[in-house]
């Protein structure tokens, strides 16, 4: 969402008329069926659907549709931004209890790459046999994790880094590798034990088994999807569990447990069961925040990923209701603030990419300083590790890839997919 001061406000979904301008709904595109999320709201119907929908609050741009009326009660872009930067900061003002990388990120993305590889090609078996019905090889399953937890315990942030680069016919796949690997490296931050942690890896990487039973045609679809279209959708947590249940494993499994409510939300407004609060495992409540960040800055057929930085900035202003606050506050600890591929402006005026987190300070990572915005212009790339004694430039904000023309400057996230 680009910044247009004091013309974007946040209201409830309450609150929301026909003749609005919807700049942007509050929470994650997978949760309804509007991938389109800018549009003039003209249809009944579709002021129907996103009232009966999950969608609590949302943007709308007064300056392209109507105003709100006075007695309502809406948020400002700047105090919502001031608001969720605060929170934040105070995470990353705490302990950060950095993992000692024992490799550095150039050198675990080589390692990395070729565990995607191998890994991605196991997946694709296992969920063609799961379309069979067939069982889940849990040795194939478990080997993975294995390698995912190997490639976690060396650098925690390559291979999440890597997962990013999807081609769109092995989506879920590689998202079901990502997800495995983040719910292991927030496993760690949250002092989980060996055991533990490997059993939040396997929930994470059987997570989406269902959409082995979405048709293509729906899964990426590149427009709005039906009410019918989006119930299917809805259904692969069932699915899955279905398939996990066929071959003996019971409610009270983590995996069956992560499978069946990584789309439950904190205020019971999300699926299949309603369930709120503490109603809700800790490993489903880490499921569903893994999954919601790999899903949101990945691209897809009908939606370009959001920037990682931007990503966790939304994902906070969404905690309480969708997720929990404390699980949440782990995971940005696990990612750092600015996660690798953040784009962000120094205060020297420069856009840079983060390249690798700090072990001092998760405010000040390592940086490649790539183009001058004074002169419009690339510069010779230059790495600043900003957390280095001494040194004083910093970072002033997140930036948005898509305010920028950036398009002949070769960027991290434009790579050639795993």
Request: charged residues 25%; hydrophobic residues 40%; contains cysteine.
């Given at each position: 969402m680009r910044e247009t001061d004091g013309l974007l406000k946040k209201i409830g979904v309450e609150d929301l008329k026909l003749g609005m301008y919807i700049a942007e709904f509050c929470g994650s595109w997978m949760e309804h069926p509007f991938w389109r999320t800018s549009f003039l709201l003209s249809n009944p119907k579709d002021l129907e659907r996103i009232q009966s929908s999950s969608i609590q609050a949302l943007w709308i741009d007064c300056s392209k549709g109507l105003d709100v009326d006075h007695s309502v009660k809406a948020v400002t872009q700047a105090d919502e931004h001031a608001r969720v930067s605060s929170q934040l900061r105070a995470v990353a003002e705490t302990d950060p209890h950095p993992h000692q990388q024992q490799v550095s990120m150039e050198e675990e993305l080589l390692l990395a790459k070729k565990t995607l590889v191998l890994s991605r090609s196991a997946m694709a078996?296992?969920?063609?046999?799961?379309?069979?019905?067939?069982?889940?090889?849990?040795?194939?399953?478990?080997?993975?994790?294995?390698?995912?937890?190997?490639?976690?315990?060396?650098?925690?942030?390559?291979?999440?880094?890597?997962?990013?680069?999807?081609?769109?016919?092995?989506?879920?796949?590689?998202?079901?590798?990502?997800?495995?690997?983040?719910?292991?490296?927030?496993?760690?931050?949250?002092?989980?034990?060996?055991?533990?942690?490997?059993?939040?890896?396997?929930?994470?990487?059987?997570?989406?088994?269902?959409?082995?039973?979405?048709?293509?045609?729906?899964?990426?679809?590149?427009?709005?999807?039906?009410?019918?279209?989006?119930?299917?959708?809805?259904?692969?947590?069932?699915?899955?569990?279905?398939?996990?249940?066929?071959?003996?494993?019971?409610?009270?499994?983590?995996?069956?447990?992560?499978?069946?409510?990584?789309?439950?939300?904190?205020?019971?407004?999300?699926?299949?069961?309603?369930?709120?609060?503490d109603q809700i495992s800790t490993l489903a409540r880490m499921g569903a925040v893994c999954d919601v960040y790999d899903a949101i800055t990945s691209n897809r057929p009908y939606k370009a990923g959001w920037d990682p930085a931007i990503s966790l900035h939304k994902m906070m202003s969404w905690t309480g209701h969708h997720f929990d606050p404390v699980i949440f506050q782990a995971f940005v600890k696990t990612l750092g603030i600015y996660p690798i591929g953040s784009l962000v402006r120094l205060s020297s005026e420069r856009l840079a990419i983060v390249e690798e987190q700090s072990q001092a300070s998760l405010l000040k990572p390592i940086v490649k300083a790539f183009y001058s915005i004074r002169q419009s212009c690339a510069i010779t790339p230059i790495v600043i590790d900003l957390s280095r004694p001494g040194y004083e430039e910093s970072i002033i904000q997140r930036e948005d890839p898509g305010d920028w023309d950036l398009e002949r400057i070769k960027m991290p996230w434009q790579s050639p997919p795993v």
């Open positions: 078996e296992m969920f063609a046999e799961a379309r069979m019905g067939n069982a889940v090889n849990m040795t194939v399953a478990d080997n993975i994790v294995e390698q995912i937890s190997r490639s976690i315990d060396r650098n925690p942030h390559a291979l999440i880094s890597l997962c990013r680069l999807k081609k769109v016919d092995e989506y879920t796949y590689m998202h079901s590798l990502a997800v495995s690997g983040m719910m292991m490296a927030l496993a760690r931050e949250l002092a989980f034990d060996e055991g533990q942690i490997r059993e939040a890896g396997l929930a994470g990487l059987l997570h989406d088994l269902g959409k082995a039973f979405i048709p293509l045609d729906i899964l990426n679809k590149p427009g709005k999807l039906t009410d019918q279209e989006f119930t299917i959708i809805k259904s692969h947590p069932e699915q899955g569990t279905a398939v996990l249940h066929a071959q003996g494993m019971k409610d009270d499994s983590a995996i069956v447990d992560v499978c069946l409510h990584h789309h439950e939300k904190m205020d019971g407004s999300g699926y299949p069961a309603n369930l709120n609060g």
